[in-house]
């Protein structure tokens, strides 16, 4: 639960940062962490990682 929790403050702190200096590279921060939460949540599974990879994939078809 505490992730949502941080990935919520991201947005609107970036969003909030974002309209304050009018740089809209600050939109770019919520999706970072996005991606660095799931590539951190992939590399914790014990296999090899593009093992695992092909397996997330695997598991759509």
Known sequence: MLI???L???????????LKKKRPIFF???II?????T???IIMVPM?????VQF???LRG
């Open 48 to 52: 090899p990682f593009w093992e695992t």
């Open 39 to 41: 590539l951190t949540k």
């Open 8 to 18: 919520a403050v991201i947005t609107v702190l970036s969003v909030v940062l974002a």
């Open 33 to 37: 962490a996005l991606f660095a939460v």
């Open 4 to 6: 949502p929790i941080i």
């Open 28 to 30: 770019a921060l919520p």
């Open 56 to 58: 997330i994939f695997d």
